[in-house]
């Protein structure tokens, strides 16, 4: 039946009615040529109006919902919705597409714009986090990406003034975003007082950073910078929907209808109202504007386009108009006139000419309408309502005839009969009425067979019958007029119907897919003439059928446009058109039908470009009568590569099976074996499922590969180099155009494509990420610099790759059957070519995209599966070969011509200067002439043609070839047989390679006395190899059945074969030629051994569980051994032949005597006393250690024990080859394992004398020669790895400082947590409580004192406006290393402390800050090369790897001038702890803390990421590049060191090799320096220095410190090496030390520090000078020559630091910490004064009024008091127990308040003398005391407390004061309280975990400083009683600011950390004057307040 092909007509989209303005804005521009674009359903519109022509581009799969315009105006990009919506960049000019953005948007694609130049692009999605994400989109590469907001975006745009800025807006916001480096930083625009936040809907930038937006409420928001400045009230009555700016001025258009144009300042210029102009109605909302000169694009909501000249504004020309709102359901044609009508639930009825393409007239009813028809004389016009309703028009002049409303359900289909006398109604109650038109329309009949509601009708052509379907998809018939239903088939028969659209009936059955009942097909329409039916379906897909269809699923061809449903499909009444309209997107679609005939002259009507995905590829196949396959493609393409477990998975696998191993790992394990073996030799060929992967290198080798092996042949000598860097199948390889290079692609779950270099066999770059399952085809460019690759998923991925820098280009689903090949064009980079079953296609690179387009066959041929195909001579020409043996000749898309080449597929061709050659699966390889015209010489691959010399022996005449190459005067041909053969040009041939044949080879003998092995396989084969030089296939015999197990007997002479059907036979072991044969079991036979010695016996296992014993002699069994549960897999005999050893299926061990077969138990103990002739066996004892941790999903399936006892070798399920030390004993032993096989390893076994291993692979059919390396012979390879699967139980050392870094846990700001325990109810969150005398407004009381005694009398008091970083004491040196670098030649140092980078001077102590990092930095490093001076990187931590702003980031910046020149946003959850930059100062390598220690590199200055992969399960400490390489770089951490390359954008890790030296162990690394010749020094915990060379240990320098090393620094300049490390300082000893570039000799210095022991952090040497960064926090200069110390920086050590007193009058302050030491510092000279070491932790610190006295409260609950003068103790007493929280000297100075944690205040009188006798104390205090303050009379004291409340108390008795009155009126001395309702303001909203710490008011009474758990510093006002009061708030610390205070004078405000323990000094600045500021902690910051 024809309905097997598709037709051969076609449809040409010529015409789109409509306009997407709901839900759309800004959608409609004006191109460069004046044309205008816009869109409507999926659809991009380019509309002419000079010539009145649309041109269409047809790139998108769904609705488009957003477009921008390039800077040029001539390109466009459009975004669509969609699970997987893409963006495309398209020409408006010639409608193709330039570029595809794809793969990270989902939902859709909300906004997008250009950038000034249109070089990128801006997108935002549809997802729940509206992604905002910024594309190189020539490129097709996201540069990056940020979560948007949390509600919807619906603009966005870049500063056109401002590089790197966007703005953008929505729902309640607006964000301002720069971009730098990969990381998109937003600002929420800040409304203030200015305007109402509120919805922001569209906007535009403006110069001096202006930004002008419109809101929801019609006021336009002007914006400078991040603020709002000011509004233009009422702009619009409504909502602004669109703002366009031109060179004239801005242009905004609203929901009232209005235009207002603008100039350049915003001042307005006119208004167009278009709801006034002649055009206009009621309601009409514009959501569109685009001004260009005169003229101005509107869009309006009701999908209109009209275009306004500005001088005639009021005539506004209407260029487009559609239907809106609802959906569109009716459509009908015209009987006689090339008329359209529709109408819709927008409730109007439209008539659209098909030849003007305009409306022509249209009409307003009272309801939605769902259905229409027009009478057979073109009268009357019938329209069914929604509301049961049907209505009859004059076609002339839209006048009513009737309205007749019968049914109360919606009307969904009617229909006039031919002759003009009835309509028939359809209702959606399941009934059709027949109304009598000449009647006035009066009810004559009425059909109630359904049973649901009627979809369709269709009259007979002589008005007797009607035909209905229904939604149950039931066909009925009824005749006409009265309805009766007919059940007769016999008298429909003959009915001729006069129009068919009908969903269901035979002659449409082919409309529906064969095995679906879905009913998605919405509409059909019958064309008898052209006998062609079109459809409509749910997918927005019209498809063209042959008509009749009878068979379901016939072919068709398909075109796509409409977005979502397409409702009802029409013929013109002329079948020169099809109409179709589209339910949701309103769109009326008008097709020209281009009939067969005049297909013939439209070859420029060749296949659509299409990026979107067919439902049915088949379906656009031409000819369905495609020949059987051919029996070898049928079986290619039925192979699967899934594993079952993937090389990927096996550490995952690992992880999970750690808790077993760790229980079994009590016992000490055997050390690997010192053997090593290496690959010598491989026999096989990849051919039986791969194709053209066999090549010529550069010097005439030849490259080819087999099981994971790529292998380098050398013909001359006859011997192999390997690439092993795969570890699974290779299933494609092809060469650089140079020959030099090759690239290979393998099995895996994402799989990679390896580039490496034939000469060293060294990789260049490894690409993966983009396939799955296995790579089929790869192909390099002609300039070699990109690759093609295809993968084996599903959609069979083409991937375009820069291999190079291993980055993706572009992808594209290929096709839902396999591709064999890819092909690349060698004239024209972007395009390719790919073929496969039923597939030819022809793609380009359209950015991040490939364009397909189908080959074009025409009448030409059939659509074939195509096998190979090759580019001529010119860009157009390509050729093909097909599976039937054609070769195809194309030109451009189109099938030119077909030649017959070969009988059966051609499987390859090579294309050469004048010609081509190819082969067959006939065996033949044929040279043909540059045109295929004729063929020039043909070779047969036969026996008869093998030269004389050749090794080896032909299988087969005429194998299957499946792989050709030329070069070097020869033809190079590999066969499905896995052959490898040289053809001279001359005819004799060579045999090079050989191996089995398709089948798993398990049988594997080694001779007793020669080199030479003989294997069995499923391939029917028997063969003989020789191991020596010659590697050889000695003899070859076909065997009746497969074997699977083979043995020489003991004299070499004969040779036993097990067979696959239960026979074995004895062969000659020289000619082969049977001996004797056995049949006397069914299953399989699967080991078979001749006993040791004279070989008497021969034991034949078999899968039915038994095991013959025959006596060879005599040829008679001579017994059974029985009792195994399962097959048995592997025999062995003992010395004597008396016993065998036998292994089951079952994991049984079991032992029979010889050769009765009885059965005997011997406990384990004594199997190993006995002497085994061989050991095959993989269970018992002896070899418990060869299972792995995951043996549940890898078996080992064999094992060989070399002949000295030694070397146990195994082979397993992963194709794994191992070796272990014999015995093995205990579990998961430590072994060697080689990577060559692919997946499972059948048999191993050594040769007679030990000197080689032959291992088996199963399915890769490869049998693998290796040599074996005895233990005194070092030749490292890479390929030995020393792995076990678990890591070695010995420790990796312990010392506590690394412990504690290791463990450290690093909280991010935003989550910190309070630092005290406090309880009870936050003070912003308590009820108050009402005041005892509330005072009248006007009070005769005297006036309320001051609240806080004020020392500046006089004094015009100013408040203090701002805070400026001036002096940061202390350096980040207790988890932090390698963190200090001199700068500018040591005139300054760089180093870092919480968040803030500092740049100290060294000569003058001052110092300038980076404070752009809003969280702890834990790593710095400098850049080297002299291009990036002063360049330095910063990481910090973070939270989840987000891309959000508090995700972890490093930034790059200039130390000089802090300008931050990259931030990389990145994937390391937790943050960075690693950075370190290359030797060209371009990339930079960066560690992660997350889980995995991710290890990632980076191209900066772009921001872009290179490479990143998991580094290691435990903490790394350092990663750092050689200082000579971009490439190479080495990681140190707990129990690791491994040495990384870049290849592409892989990284490759080998891990540091220990096994050269005795006694190694991995210890854990800490410090990393480099040496010439790749030399490496890692330092280690136990203060051994490890010496690398390449990744293997080559020597140690034992304690190069007595303590763990820490860091050590490569002088670039002399190659010196300085180490520091952990030591007590002595007299020879230091812990820093300089040596010589090997690490041989050294110079120590010591530390003059004073402490115990020096831990060194640090290290950096600059001329003459060491710099040295200790775990105290401090910073000290050494000098090389006289080793003099100079400490530039000091610090606390151990945080947190609670205490903190300034000088009454001068500007010094001390402060006390956790470490035990009160320090003195002065902020003037910018450095420590002066230390006490108390010898117990203090927790706070007083001056007396005087500032001759200070006391100090310790944590265990004493308390001291030093004179200042001396330092000497003048007292001390220790009442209690806990630690004293504060301490405070009365202003009289006479008492002092001690108040502590046992919740109390004690009393001290000090008139009394130091023996500090209590006088009394508070009692009832409900919490621990936080903070105390006198009154200013000494006459009492408030207390805040743990609970949240505050106190007073009268001094000295403690008598709790609860009056409120008498409270109001004390005046305080000082405040440093957080409570109280003076200070209510200063508690934020957002505390619910995090607290206010401490307070400060200033001396001047005005001015309040506070610091919280957050680690902000914040400036109040003072009082401010008001909740959430204004401030102001300074970033530095890390979190938890414990203290802060105000100096003399207020200059300075110092401020002191917890986590950081450090002091930093703000100034404070007054209106006029200026005042600096510092923090304390372990860091200690400061600020100071001079006049200006």
């Given at each position: 039946m024809a309905a097997r092909s598709a037709p051969s007509c076609h449809l040409r989209l010529e015409w789109v009615y409509g306009y997407r303005g709901h839900q759309c804005r800004n959608n409609l521009y004006y191109t460069a040529a004046k044309e205008i674009v816009y869109f409507v359903a999926g659809v991009g519109v380019v509309y002419s109006p000079r010539e009145h022509r649309q041109k269409f581009y047809r790139g998108h799969s769904d609705d488009i919902i957003s477009l921008a315009l390039h800077p040029e105006r001539v390109l466009v990009a459009t975004g669509q919705v969609g699970k997987e919506p893409y963006i495309c960049i398209w020409d408006s000019y010639t409608v193709q597409t330039i570029s595809v953005l794809k793969d990270v948007h989902t939902h859709g694609i909300a906004c997008l714009a250009f950038d000034l130049d249109g070089q990128r692009l801006v997108s935002v999605g549809l997802d729940s986090k509206n992604a905002v994400c910024v594309w190189d989109w020539k490129r097709g590469k996201m540069l990056s990406m940020a979560p948007g907001h949390t509600d919807r975006i619906f603009d966005i745009s870049w500063d056109l003034y401002q590089p790197n800025k966007l703005v953008s807006c929505g729902v309640k916001h607006i964000k301002f975003w720069s971009l730098c480096g990969n990381a998109l930083t937003p600002k929420r625009g800040v409304f203030g007082k200015t305007g109402d936040l509120q919805t922001i809907l569209c906007l535009a930038c403006a110069r001096d950073e202006l930004t002008y937006s419109g809101a929801l409420n019609g006021d336009i928001y002007v914006w400078k910078g991040i603020n709002l400045i000011r509004t233009i009230q009422g702009a619009h009555a409504a909502g602004i929907f669109s703002m366009n700016a031109c060179e004239e001025g801005f242009a905004t258009g609203g929901r009232d209808g209005c235009i207002r144009l603008w100039d350049l300042t915003f001042k307005p210029i006119t208004v167009i109202d278009l709801r006034e102009t002649d055009q206009g109605y009621k309601g009409l909302s514009v959501r569109s504007v685009c001004w260009r000169g005169d003229h101005i694009l509107v869009g309006t909501q009701d999908s209109e386009i009209f275009e306004i000249v500005v001088q005639e504004r009021n005539k506004p020309f209407l260029i487009m108009q559609g239907h809106c709102e609802g959906e569109l359901w009716a459509l009908a044609v015209h009987p006689t006139k090339p008329l359209a009508v529709t109408g819709s639930d927008d409730r109007s009825v439209r008539i659209w000419s098909l030849v003007d393409h305009a409306l022509i007239a249209r009409c307003n009813m009272e309801e939605p309408i769902r259905c229409a028809a027009v009478n057979a004389d073109g009268i009357h016009l019938a329209l069914g309502m929604k509301d049961g309703s049907f209505t009859v028009l004059r076609v002339r002049d839209m006048t009513e005839v009737v309205h007749i409303k019968d049914r109360k359900e919606a009307i969904h289909e009617l229909k006039y009969s031919p002759d003009g006398t009835y309509l028939a109604v359809g209702c959606n109650d399941s009934s059709v009425d027949i109304y009598g038109v000449a009647q006035r329309y009066k009810k004559v009949g009425e059909c109630l067979g359904s049973l649901s509601f009627i979809t369709h009708l269709d009259w007979s052509s002589d008005s007797r019958y009607l035909q209905t379907n229904d939604g149950n998809g039931k066909r009925l018939f009824y005749r006409m007029p009265g309805g009766k239903e007919v059940t007769s088939t016999e008298e429909i028969k003959g009915v001729h119907w006069a129009s068919w659209t009908c969903v269901s009936g035979l002659e449409v059955n082919g409309i529906w897919p064969k095995y679906s009942d879905i009913n998605d097909i919405n509409s059909v329409d019958g064309n008898y003439i052209g006998q062609v039916l079109v459809t409509a379906d749910?997918?927005?897909?019209?498809?063209?059928?042959?008509?009749?269809?009878?068979?379901?699923?016939?072919?068709?061809?398909?075109?796509?446009?409409?977005?979502?449903?397409?409702?009802?499909?029409?013929?013109?009444?002329?079948?020169?058109?099809?109409?179709?309209?589209?339910?949701?997107?309103?769109?009326?679609?008008?097709?020209?039908?281009?009939?067969?005939?005049?297909?013939?002259?439209?070859?420029?009507?060749?296949?659509?470009?299409?990026?979107?995905?067919?439902?049915?590829?088949?379906?656009?196949?031409?000819?369905?009568?495609?020949?059987?396959?051919?029996?070898?493609?049928?079986?290619?393409?039925?192979?699967?590569?899934?594993?079952?477990?993937?090389?990927?998975?096996?550490?995952?696998?690992?992880?999970?099976?750690?808790?077993?191993?760790?229980?079994?790992?009590?016992?000490?394990?055997?050390?690997?074996?010192?053997?090593?073996?290496?690959?010598?030799?491989?026999?096989?060929?990849?051919?039986?499922?791969?194709?053209?992967?066999?090549?010529y290198t550069q010097i005439g080798e030849i490259v080819y590969h087999v099981a994971a092996v790529g292998v380098i042949y050398n013909r001359q000598q006859n011997t192999q180099r390997f690439y092993l860097g795969h570890d699974d199948d290779i299933l494609c390889l092809t060469i650089h155009p140079l020959k030099d290079y090759v690239a290979t692609g393998q099995v895996g779950r994402d799989p990679s494509i390896h580039i490496w270099d034939t000469e060293t066999i060294k990789p260049l770059s490894i690409l993966k990420g983009h396939h799955q399952c296995g790579i089929s085809a790869v192909d390099f460019s002609a300039d070699g610099k990109r690759l093609a690759s295809v993968g084996i998923d599903d959609s069979h991925t083409i991937v375009l790759w820069d291999w190079k820098k291993g980055e993706k280009l572009s992808i594209a689903r290929g096709s839902k059957d396999k591709i064999f090949v890819v092909k690349m064009n060698p004239y024209v980079p972007d395009k390719l070519i790919t073929a496969g079953i039923k597939h030819m296609k022809f793609w380009r690179k359209a950015g991040g995209g490939l364009i397909g387009r189908k080959g074009y066959i025409g009448t030409l041929g059939k659509n074939d599966t195509m096998m190979c195909a090759v580019y001529g001579w010119t860009e157009e020409m390509a050729f093909s070969g097909t599976s039937t043996g054609d070769v195809c000749i194309w030109r451009d898309i189109f099938l030119v011509k077909t030649v017959k080449a070969h009988d059966g597929p051609v499987f390859s061709m090579h294309a050469l200067e004048k010609g081509f050659v190819t082969?067959?699966?006939?065996?033949?390889?044929?040279?043909?002439?540059?045109?295929?015209?004729?063929?020039?010489?043909?070779?047969?691959?036969?026996?008869?043609?093998?030269?004389?010399?050749?090794?080896?022996?032909?299988?087969?005449?005429?194998?299957?070839?499946?792989?050709?190459?030329?070069?070097?005067?020869?033809?190079?041909?590999?066969?499905?047989?896995?052959?490898?053969?040289?053809?001279?040009?001359?005819?004799?041939?060579?045999?090079?390679?050989?191996?089995?044949?398709?089948?798993?080879?398990?049988?594997?003998?080694?001779?007793?006395?020669?080199?030479?092995?003989?294997?069995?396989?499923?391939?029917?084969?028997?063969?003989?190899?020789?191991?020596?030089?010659?590697?050889?296939?000695?003899?070859?015999?076909?065997?009746?059945?497969?074997?699977?197990?083979?043995?020489?007997?003991?004299?070499?002479?004969?040779?036993?074969?097990?067979?696959?059907?239960?026979?074995?036979?004895?062969?000659?072991?020289?000619?082969?030629?049977?001996?004797?044969?056995?049949?006397?079991?069914?299953?399989?036979?699967?080991?078979i051994r001749f006993s040791p010695g004279s070989g008497k016996y021969l034991a034949v296992a078999s899968h039915d569980s038994f095991i013959d014993i025959y006596n060879v002699m005599s040829s008679k069994r001579v017994g059974i051994c029985k009792g195994a549960t399962s097959y048995i897999t592997h025999i062995d005999w003992d010395i004597r032949g008396k016993l065998l050893q036998v292994n089951t299926g079952a994991k049984e061990q079991l032992f029979f005597e010889a050769p009765r077969g009885k059965k005997q138990t011997i406990p384990s103990v004594e199997v190993e006393k006995i002497a085994w002739a061989s050991w095959t066996s993989v269970l018992g004892l002896c070899c418990e250690g060869i299972w792995p941790v995951i043996g549940e999903v890898t078996d080992v399936t064999a094992s060989c024990l070399t002949s000295d006892k030694m070397v146990l070798a195994t082979g397993d399920d992963l194709g794994f080859v191992k070796l272990f030390r014999y015995p093995t004993k205990g579990k998961f032993g430590k072994f060697k394992r080689y990577v060559a096989h692919s997946t499972h390893v059948t048999n191993v076994r050594w040769t007679y004398d030990d000197s080689m291993l032959v291992t088996l692979g199963g399915t890769d059919m490869s049998l693998m020669v290796w040599t074996n390396e005895m233990e005194g012979y070092r030749e490292k390879r890479p390929c030995d790895s020393e792995e076990s699967d678990i890591d070695s139980e010995e420790d990796g050392g312990y010392d506590s400082d690394v412990t504690r870094e290791n463990e450290i846990s690093y909280t991010i700001r935003a989550l910190s947590t309070n630092i005290r325990p406090m309880f009870g109810i936050k003070p912003h969150l308590q009820q108050k409580e009402p005041s005892t005398d509330e005072r009248p407004p006007v009070s005769r009381a005297p006036p309320q004192p001051e609240k806080l005694q004020t020392n500046n009398v006089g004094k015009k008091k100013r408040p203090i406006e701002d805070l400026v970083l001036e002096l940061v004491f202390g350096y980040r040196g207790r988890d932090c290393r390698n963190n200090v670098h001199y700068l500018n030649d040591g005139d300054d140092i760089i180093y870092h402390t919480a968040s803030i980078g500092i740049l100290h001077n060294v000569a003058t102590g001052s110092q300038s800050f980076y404070q752009e990092h809003n969280d702890d930095i834990l790593c710095l490093t400098v850049n080297q090369h002299p291009k990036f001076i002063n360049i330095v990187a910063t990481g910090q931590v973070g939270d989840s790897a987000d891309m959000s702003a508090a995700a972890p980031s490093i930034h790059i910046w200039d130390a000089m001038n802090k300008q931050t020149l990259s931030i990389l946003r990145c994937y390391h959850s937790k943050g960075v702890c690693s950075v370190s930059f290359s030797a060209t100062g371009k990339l930079l390598l960066s560690v992660g803390l997350d889980p995995e220690h991710t290890i990632t590199i980076w191209r900066w200055q772009e921001g872009a990421k290179i490479a990143s992969r998991a580094g290691h399960n435990q903490r790394i400490f350092v990663a750092e590049f050689r200082p000579d390489s971009d490439t190479q770089f080495v990681s140190?951490?707990?129990?690791?060191?491994?040495?990384?390359?870049?290849?592409?954008?892989?990284?490759?890790?080998?891990?540091g090799l220990l096994s050269t030296l005795e006694d190694a162990r991995m210890q854990t690394m800490l410090a990393i320096a480099f040496g010439a010749n790749n030399l490496t020094f890692t330092g280690t915990i136990s203060g051994d220095v490890c010496v690398w060379k390449d990744h293997i240990l080559c020597r140690i320098v034992a304690r190069a410190h007595n303590g763990p090393v820490f860091a050590m620094y490569t002088t670039l300049r002399d190659g010196l090496i300085v180490t520091g490390g952990k030591e007590r300082p002595s007299k020879e000893g230091g812990a820093v030390k300089l040596w010589d570039q090997e690490l041989r000799r050294c110079r120590a210095f010591r530390l003059e520090t004073g402490q115990a022991t020096d831990c060194v952090r640090s290290v950096c040497r600059g001329k003459g000078k060491i710099l040295v960064g200790t775990r105290n926090a401090e910073i000290i200069e050494v000098g090389e020559k006289n080793a003099a110390c100079n400490i530039l920086v000091n610090g606390h050590v151990d945080g947190p630091i609670w205490g903190l007193a300034t000088h009454p009058s001068r500007d010094f302050f001390l402060s006390a910490a956790e470490d035990g030491t009160v320090r003195l510092w002065d902020i003037a000279d910018k450095k420590m004064l002066n230390k006490v070491n108390l010898g117990h932790a203090a927790r706070t610190v007083c001056y007396s009024p005087e500032g001759d006295m200070v006391a100090i409260g310790m944590k265990n609950g004493e308390f001291i008091i030093l004179l200042v003068s001396s330092l000497k103790i003048w007292g001390k007493k220790r009442d209690r127990r806990c630690a004293i929280h504060d301490i405070r000297f009365s202003p009289d100075s006479r008492y002092l308040a001690v108040g502590s944690s046992e919740n109390s205040v004690d009393f001290y009188d000090l008139t009394l003398g130091p023996t500090l006798n209590?006088?009394?104390?508070?009692?009832?205090?409900?919490?621990?005391?936080?903070?105390?303050?006198?009154?200013?009379?000494?006459?009492?004291?408030?207390?805040?407390?743990?609970?949240?409340?505050?106190?007073?108390?009268?001094?000295?008795?403690?008598?709790?004061?609860?009056?409120?009155?008498?409270?109001?009126?004390?005046?305080?001395?000082?405040?440093?309280?957080?409570?109280?309702?003076?200070?209510?303001?200063?508690?934020?909203?957002?505390?619910?975990?995090?607290?206010?710490?401490?307070?400060?008011?200033?001396?001047?009474?005005?001015?309040?400083?506070?610091?919280?758990?957050?680690?902000?510093?914040?400036?109040?006002?003072?009082?401010?009683?008001?909740?959430?009061?204004?401030?102001?708030?300074?970033?530095?610390?890390?979190?938890?600011?414990?203290?802060?205070?105000?100096?003399?004078?207020?200059?300075?405000?110092?401020?002191?950390?917890?986590?950081?323990?450090r002091l930093v000094t703000f100034s404070a600045h007054e209106e006029e004057q200026t005042m600096l500021l510092a923090y304390l902690s372990g860091n200690v910051y400061i600020c100071l307040t001079e006049r200006c």
């Open positions: 749910d997918y927005g897909i019209i498809k063209l059928f042959r008509y009749p269809c009878l068979k379901k699923g016939a072919k068709f061809r398909k075109y796509i446009g409409h977005s979502a449903h397409v409702t009802n499909v029409r013929w013109s009444h002329d079948y020169q058109w099809v109409i179709s309209i589209g339910g949701a997107d309103h769109s009326v679609f008008q097709w020209k039908f281009i009939p067969e005939r005049k297909l013939k002259d439209a070859l420029h009507i060749a296949p659509q470009e299409s990026l979107a995905d067919s439902h049915s590829d088949e379906s656009d196949s031409d000819l369905s009568d495609v020949p059987e396959l051919d029996s070898e493609i049928e079986q290619e393409t039925q192979l699967t590569y899934h594993r079952q477990v993937y090389k990927e998975d096996l550490p995952q696998l690992k992880e999970q099976c750690k808790e077993k191993q760790k229980s079994a790992t009590s016992k000490r394990r055997e050390r690997a074996p010192g053997n090593s073996i290496r690959l010598h030799f491989v026999h096989g060929y990849r051919g039986y499922d791969c194709r053209s992967n066999l090549f082969g067959g699966k006939d065996g033949i390889v044929a040279l043909w002439d540059d045109s295929f015209e004729r063929c020039l010489k043909t070779y047969a691959i036969k026996r008869a043609a093998l030269a004389p010399g050749s090794k080896g022996l032909l299988l087969e005449d005429n194998p299957s070839i499946r792989a050709i190459s030329l070069g070097h005067g020869h033809i190079l041909v590999g066969t499905k047989n896995g052959e490898i053969l040289e053809v001279d040009k001359s005819g004799p041939i060579t045999l090079l390679v050989q191996g089995h044949m398709e089948g798993e080879v398990w049988g594997l003998a080694t001779h007793p006395y020669l080199p030479i092995c003989a294997t069995v396989s499923d391939d029917k084969t028997l063969r003989i190899w020789d191991l020596s030089p010659s590697h050889c296939m000695l003899a070859v015999r076909k065997l009746k059945k497969g074997g699977r197990c083979c043995c020489f007997s003991p004299d070499g002479k004969a040779l036993a074969v097990g067979l696959n059907d239960g026979s074995f036979l004895m062969a000659n072991a020289d000619t082969l030629e049977d001996l004797v044969s056995f049949h006397h079991r069914k299953d399989m036979i699967s080991d140190v951490g707990v129990k690791h060191v491994k040495f990384w390359t870049l290849a592409g954008r892989a990284l490759l890790s080998r891990k209590r006088i009394s104390y508070c009692k009832d205090i409900p919490s621990f005391v936080i903070q105390m303050d006198f009154s200013a009379d000494s006459r009492y004291l408030q207390v805040s407390s743990g609970c949240y409340k505050r106190h007073i108390y009268e001094v000295p008795s403690g008598k709790h004061l609860m009056d409120h009155a008498a409270i109001d009126r004390i005046t305080w001395a000082t405040w440093t309280s957080i409570l109280g309702d003076e200070v209510l303001g200063i508690w934020s909203r957002h505390a619910e975990k995090a607290d206010v710490n401490c307070a400060c008011v200033s001396h001047s009474g005005i001015s309040l400083v506070t610091g919280d758990d957050f680690g902000m510093v914040k400036l109040f006002d003072f009082p401010c009683p008001e909740k959430f009061a204004k401030h102001k708030r300074f970033l530095g610390h890390s979190p938890h600011v414990t203290n802060i205070r105000f100096t003399s004078g207020d200059r300075h405000v110092v401020s002191a950390g917890g986590d950081d323990c």
